[in-house]
């Protein structure tokens, strides 16, 4: 993604648990300003570091959305 070469409106993150941090640095450097990012599965505690370099906006049913 990082290859993309632009900046993304909406992000959203589910998949390999290990890796989700790792893809919440890489949401951050994606996203726009004005954009959000939603994380699945968001309670889990080995998300709380890479959830704190955002701004959370929401939260619903395991679900969070982020914005920068």
Not at 15 to 21: C, H, S, T
Not at 23 to 34: G, I, M, P
Request: hydrophobic share 40%.
């Amino acid at each position: 993604p990082l290859l993309f070469g632009g900046e993304l409106d909406l992000i959203f993150v589910d998949g390999l648990d290990p890796e989700r941090p790792n893809c919440l640095r890489t949401a951050r450097k994606l996203v726009s300003c004005d954009g959000v990012v939603l994380l699945h599965d968001a309670e889990r505690e080995w998300y709380r570091e890479a959830i704190s370099q955002f701004k959370i906006l929401e939260e619903q049913d395991g679900t969070v959305a982020l914005k920068k």
